[in-house]
């Protein structure tokens, strides 16, 4: 029922003193999620809904070992957190935070890749495996995740994170459940992309489907569909592309900081043509992802 996390994941927050760490964790807990640490240098001894606080990772780790981190930290500090996570053996890491510097990006993620750690984000509002697990804001409180998730067998991938829950409120309301939701991050330089997701759910026995919300920019979605051809992928890929109107206007940025479309490149007459050349389904219209599932894949 899930890939990345499940109810077993210890979690660590790092940031867990701010306002926004502090709901998050509250969300979470109260989803079940076991949050057994929080990080804020200078503020050991304190507790955030009775989560304890550290000054360091490493003191973290040795009060109670964790597999994941949720990094809610200002932009500038995010690198040094996912470095001090990543070298305490966390190998996974959930990067809220928006707008890092994409150097900054670039040298967590390769000693990520070092250490084989996955890292979801920055600028992502985490993921959910619904009645399982919740890591970071996916969904909000406790109410509206159970109002738009339901336990099932379709993941979704989405480069927005509001998105991620419409998408999932949408399969909900006819009766479709889901697997893992991954809001993948709106900044330029992610860490785990569509083809690295869709790879876990074509993995994941309970995966049968999965659905990803797709935006101009970017040329992930022309390597996936290279990868589903080259593996003769058979699992049904529904995908939806907003921003259509991006096309004409090029070099204009819009919304998140990876939407930025230069001639054909990065297009999403590019990417429908050649998802659509590999077998991906695309739904011209956001209601026609049920439609086009229940043709696929007979929910």
């Not at 998050?24 to 001894?45: H, I, L, N, R, S």
């Not at 964790?66 to 996570?85: F, G, R, T, W």
């Not at 970071?136 to 109002?147: H, N, T």
């Amino acid at each position: 029922m899930a890939i990345l996390a499940d109810e077993q994941t210890k979690v660590l927050v790092q940031g867990i003193t701010g306002r926004e760490a502090a709901s998050f964790t509250k969300d979470m807990m109260e989803y079940g999620t076991q949050v057994v640490a929080g990080v804020t240098p200078g503020k050991k001894g304190q507790s955030v809904y009775g989560v304890p606080v550290f000054d360091t990772v490493a003191q973290a780790m040795a009060y109670q070992p964790a597999d994941a981190a949720i990094i809610s930290v200002p932009p500038l500090m995010v690198k040094e957190a996912a470095l001090e996570s990543l070298l305490n053996g966390i190998k996974l890491l959930v990067i809220v935070t928006e707008r890092v510097p994409r150097k900054d990006t670039v040298e967590l993620l390769e000693l990520a890749r070092q250490t084989g750690a996955t890292v979801i984000g920055p600028n992502t509002l985490g993921l959910i495996s619904p009645g399982v697990v919740k890591l970071g804001m996916a969904g909000g409180p406790v109410a509206d995740v159970k109002k738009a998730y339901m336990p099932g067998k379709v993941g979704i991938a989405s480069r927005s994170g509001g998105m991620t829950t419409e998408i999932a409120n949408l399969l909900t309301t006819n009766g479709i459940g889901q697997s893992t939701c991954i809001s993948v991050g709106g900044d330029p330089v992610v860490g785990s992309n569509f083809l690295d997701l869709v790879e876990r759910f074509y993995k994941d026995p309970d995966t049968e489907a999965v659905v990803l919300f797709s935006e101009p920019g970017g040329v992930i979605e022309e390597k996936l569909a290279e990868w589903v051809q080259a593996e003769q992928v058979s699992m049904p890929i529904v995908t939806f592309i907003a921003g259509r109107f991006v096309d004409e206007m090029p070099g204009m940025r819009f919304g998140h900081a990876a939407t930025i479309v230069e001639g054909e490149k990065g297009s999403t007459k590019s990417k429908i043509k050649v998802l659509e050349r590999a077998g991906v389904k695309v739904a011209h219209a956001f209601s026609d992802i049920v439609t086009i599932l229940r043709r696929e894949y007979e929910v």
